[in-house]
Every structure is written in structure tokens, then in C-alpha cells.
């Protein structure tokens, strides 16, 4: 167990609402990245936060929008959900500085599906 | 562009060995394998940067090789705790663990 906590684990939406994931990052991580994950695929970058600022993103459109708090756990939200959002979304923690190990450590995902 | 992985599927006896490969058209900074099992999160295997240096389990080797911009991880002596799917990801040179991951390799141990 990595110590990153997803939630929910699970939900289901209709086509046109809105949803909030939320990740608390492993004890002593600064920043926070989320992936997609499609059933059979790897995951794809969405985002990345550090110092609650956005560091980088992926290749997904601006309905996809995230925050880091200042404990370092950090949301990702989806406006206007269509059929193809139907994913795993898995949050990363890591620590990003001197010490950096690059290895990511991964929750266990939200998985969601849209209707 | 997501690196491409091979090969897609591949089963195994208790004890042998395999070898995933991990192919990018792009100039790579590092590369990463995770291994996920069937409803879990990735756990990290190995990350190899660019010059030479590894970090990762012990039980688990990798190459990189910078001008082909591959990577190929070696299981030996499998063992049924093996099994999942694989992953490598690539980082290019923003430094930021923003990482493209392939499509996987399904690994399957048997008895």
C-alpha cells in the first residue's frame, strides 16, 4: 500500500455533469499528478501540480481542471462529461526536489462511469 | 507519442525468464516500468535516466539504450507474484515525471 488515497473508488454520472475526484498524497510528497486510465490501456498524463500550481498537462481539453491544497492532496474536476471520460483516474504522489526518487506512487483509482 | 510496447501478451512456467521491450520515436530522459494487477494501483519497478544510472528492485533488471531510445526489462526465475500487467513509461526532457506510458504487456505465470 502506497499511502495514496482516491476517492470515491467508484460513481457513475450521466453525459453532461460534472464530477470531482479527490487524492490525498502520501505523507512527505509536494506534488501531485493525474492519469486517465481506459479499460485495456496505460494511463494517460492529464495534469500535474506542485506548490498548488499547475506544472503541466497533457494532451485534454480545459473542461479537465484540478487544485493542490496546501496540505499537498489535490482534486481533479470534469465539467460537461461525455461517454469516452469513462476511465480509471488514477492520482500520483511524489516528491519533487533534491531527494527525488522519480518514482510515482499510485491510488488505486476512481473508477468512473458515464452514462 | 506513446511508446510502443512489446510484446503484447506473453504466458510463462514457474522459473522462466522474459523480456519486455519498450520502443519510443522520441529522444527519451528516462524510462519507467510499472507493473498493475488486475484492479490495483501501479507499483513501481525501475527507472532508468539517461547516462547510465538505475534505480529499482533488486530482483528486476532493465537496459536503456539512449540512441535507439529503447528499454527492455528482464524477468528471470519467474514466479507466480509476477504476473499483471506492465507498463513502460517515458519522460522527455521536462524533468517533471510527466510520464507516456505504453499499452502495457500482460505477463502470466503459471504453476
Known amino acids: 500500500e502506497t499511502g495514496v488515497t482516491q476517492s470515491p473508488t467508484h460513481l457513475i454520472k450521466t453525459r453532461g455533469q460534472q464530477v470531482t475526484l479527490r487524492c490525498s498524497s502520501q505523507?512527505?510528497?509536494?506534488?501531485v499528478s493525474w492519469y486517465q486510465q481506459a479499460l485495456g490501456q496505460g494511463p494517460q498524463f492529464i495534469f500535474q501540480?506542485?506548490?498548488?500550481?499547475?506544472?503541466g498537462r497533457g494532451n485534454f481539453p480545459p473542461r479537465f481542471s484540478g487544485l493542490q491544497f496546501p496540505n499537498y492532496s489535490s482534486e481533479l474536476n470534469v465539467n460537461a462529461l461525455e461517454l469516452d471520460d469513462s476511465a480509471l483516474y488514477l492520482c500520483?504522489?511524489?516528491?519533487?526536489?533534491?531527494?527525488?526518487?522519480?518514482?510515482?506512487?499510485f491510488g488505486e483509482g476512481s473508477r468512473l462511469t458515464v452514462l | 507519442q506513446q511508446p510502443v510496447q512489446s510484446p503484447q501478451a506473453v504466458i510463462l512456467r514457474e522459473g522462466e525468464d522474459a523480456v519486455i521491450n519498450c520502443s519510443s520515436s522520441?529522444?527519451?530522459?528516462?524510462v519507467h516500468w510499472y507493473r498493475q494487477k488486475h484492479g490495483e494501483a501501479p507499483v513501481f519497478l525501475m527507472i532508468l535516466l539517461k547516462g547510465g544510472e538505475q534505480k529499482g528492485h533488486e530482483k528486476i533488471s532493465a537496459s536503456f539504450n539512449e540512441k535507439k531510445q529503447q528499454s527492455s526489462l528482464y524477468l528471470t526465475a519467474s514466479q507466480l507474484s509476477y504476473s499483471g500487467t506492465y507498463f513502460c513509461?517515458?519522460?522527455?526532457?521536462?524533468?517533471?515525471?510527466?510520464?507516456?506510458f505504453g499499452s502495457g504487456t500482460r505477463l502470466q505465470v503459471q504453476p
Open positions: 513509461g517515458t519522460e522527455g526532457k521536462t524533468g517533471r515525471r510527466a510520464l507516456t
Open positions: 500520483a504522489s511524489s516528491f519533487s526536489g533534491v531527494k527525488n526518487t522519480g518514482e510515482l506512487f
Open positions: 522520441k529522444a527519451l530522459y528516462s
Open positions: 505523507s512527505g510528497h509536494n506534488t
Open positions: 501540480y506542485y506548490r498548488e500550481e499547475e506544472n
